[in-house]
């Protein structure tokens, strides 16, 4: 069975940093792309970054700049570093992979 699991959020202060974990389990494969995502309550889900099984990236969203998507390339595990946090950054953070969903991630930035 297959699943997708997010780790690393927490509380942060202003202008601090984390690191989120994917790790996607039960595939026989290498997933294609793996993706970060967030979503606030009654937002609609907003995208963020994505990276290929070979290392291509692609970031966009509100933390563009301040974040960047790596990638085990052995594993299925992605990983999003974020910096330069905000307030407005507290959400649910999700990962994506290969069509299922992880159950997300809470960061919270505030002093």
């Known amino acids: 069975q297959v699943q997708v699991v997010e780790s690393g959020g927490g509380l942060v202060q202003p202008g601090g940093s984390l690191r989120l974990t994917c790790t996607a389990s039960g595939f026989s494969y290498n997933v294609a792309v793996m993706g970060w995502y967030r979503q606030a309550p009654g937002q609609q889900r907003e995208f963020l970054a994505a990276i290929t099984r070979t290392g291509q990236s692609n970031m966009d969203g509100p933390g563009k700049g301040r974040s960047f998507i790596t990638r085990d390339g052995a594993e299925n595990t992605a990983y999003l570093q974020m910096n330069s946090l905000e307030p407005e950054d507290t959400t649910v953070y999700y990962c994506?992979?290969?069509?299922?969903w992880g159950q997300g991630t809470q960061v919270t930035v505030s002093s």
């Open positions: 994506h992979a290969d069509s299922t």
